[in-house]
């Protein structure tokens, strides 16, 4: 999509330059815990589907040095060594988004999985990122955030919630909203800390809860509205919880919580003096009902931390530019982690999303129309090819109901899919800690140009047939 917005941005202020701090080095090889491949692989049972990984499990190596000096020609035989994983890792493996784009590039499939636009960012954003790298905006920024982009989040996040917040002291620039994650989780939360879940969920909550030694529970919402089950949430949180984690709009099902679901749960943290960690980089995707942030309800700003990024607004993910904001003290944990995460983003492109977040309200109309119109085309053509299309109110994703076509389970549908079709879509089982939960469901975006979802649609209508 590209945009036709005609607004012209606003010139950038001189730079501010910083001192970078100095970095330790240490040896990590005593540190890590060796194990064979296969039991990276066995994570949620995906290793009862080995071609789907099969593509993943080869390690090569090579040499490039043109000035090697020559030895004697001797056989020799390379002795392959088993990878090495942290314990608190060792479960998991590569990620589902890598396994099937890297398969939809081997056997030519349309990539409705990974929700990366295939058209690229508005002109504005981009000219503004040229200007500050020739402007010699190139060196590191200072840790928390350009002042001019820490400005202008705190003024957007005054429009959308009406709270007025100190760039200074309560706004954290991350590099991207998965970074805001990590260092939110790994600056606030302790070994051992119970935190609530709504299964299925974006897959590193999971994983960062695991490196911050946390305990999980999990709420799992459930077709065809995936409403919060107030009960169900009633009897897990206690005095116990040190936090629940949001993700609304919500990835993967474009579901929305509404404002009772928000109230309530509101109510259930302030009871138990719990916090509340909200991913909501989809805000501005919210196409059958208004995005309410939950540090926008009464009582609930002093305990949330709320997570954003540049790249699904401004269709520029490879750009990593995410924030944290959070009363000062919570931004305090934030911002340790994130000082040995990252340290600093990306200064050029910190510039230019400073523009990109000045931007009219016409943009991000036009934005929603166009995605909307996406959406219809792809909601419709899954439909009529016979897939049961639960409803989805925000992001670029929909979910649906695979069953119809005789395949066991999401995996073997996805491998299915992208092998016979030549259309890539994501199991969600990998999204929950119980994969049984969403062994029925698959997910398919709509961030891509009509033509693509278009041709997809009619290879699926071709290729797919019912049972």
Request: hydrophobic fraction near 40%.
């Amino acid at each position: 999509m590209q945009s036709r917005c005609a607004w012209t941005p606003p010139s950038m202020p001189a730079p501010l330059l910083f001192k970078p701090s100095a970095f330790l080095t240490f040896p990590i090889s005593r540190h890590l815990h060796t194990q064979p491949f296969d039991s990276l692989t066995s994570r949620r049972g995906i290793s009862h589907y080995p071609s789907l990984v099969a593509t993943l499990s080869t390690r090569t190596s090579s040499t490039t040095d043109k000035d090697a000096v020559p030895v004697q020609s001797e056989p020799t035989q390379k002795t392959q060594q088993p990878l090495q994983v942290a314990k608190r890792l060792e479960k998991f493996k590569t990620t589902i988004f890598t396994q099937m784009s890297s398969l939809a590039i081997k056997h030519g499939a349309i990539n409705l999985g990974q929700g990366f636009p295939n058209f690229d960012g508005p002109e504005f954003v981009k000219e503004a990122a040229i200007q500050a790298i020739r402007d010699a905006k190139n060196q590191y920024a200072r840790g928390y955030g350009v002042p001019e982009f820490n400005s202008a989040i705190a003024a957007r996040f005054k429009k959308d919630t009406g709270i007025v917040v100190d760039p200074e002291k309560e706004v954290t620039v991350t590099s991207g909203c998965t970074e805001a994650i990590a260092a939110t989780i790994l600056g606030l939360i302790n070994p051992g800390d119970e935190v609530i879940l709504f299964a299925p969920f974006y897959d590193s909550y999971e994983a960062t809860l695991s490196m911050a030694g946390a305990k999980i529970k999990s709420i799992t919402l459930r077709p065809p509205n995936f409403a919060v089950p107030i009960n169900e949430l009633k009897s897990t949180i206690s005095k116990n919880t040190r936090a629940i984690l949001i993700n609304t709009p919500h990835n993967p099902t474009g579901k929305m919580f509404t404002r009772e679901e928000l109230n309530t749960i509101a109510s259930l943290c302030i009871e138990n003096d719990v916090l509340v960690f909200t991913d909501e980089v989809y805000d501005k995707l919210a196409f059958e009902m208004d995005h309410i942030s939950m540090a926008s309800l009464p009582g609930m700003y002093e305990r949330t931390v709320t997570m954003n990024s540049l790249g699904k607004t401004f269709s520029l993910t490879g750009w990593k530019i995410g924030w944290a904001i959070a009363p000062p003290h919570l931004t305090w944990g934030v911002r340790q982690a994130h000082s040995f995460l990252t340290f600093a983003t990306s200064t050029p492109m910190q510039w230019a999303a400073a523009v990109a977040l000045k931007a009219p309200d016409s943009y991000y109309e036009e934005l929603k129309r166009d995605y909307m119109a996406k959406k219809s085309i792809l909601a419709d053509g899954l439909k009529a090819v016979g897939f049961k299309v639960f409803p989805s109110s925000g992001t670029y994703f929909i979910v649906v109901d695979h069953t119809p076509f005789g395949l066991e389970n999401d995996i073997a549908f996805c491998e299915y899919l992208i092998k016979e079709v030549g259309v890539v879509a994501i199991p969600t089982s990998v999204f929950y800690l119980n994969p049984e939960d969403g062994k029925n469901l698959v997910r398919f975006t709509f961030c891509k140009d009509e033509e693509t979802l278009r041709t997809a649609v009619e290879r699926m209508k071709e290729k797919l047939k019912r049972n």
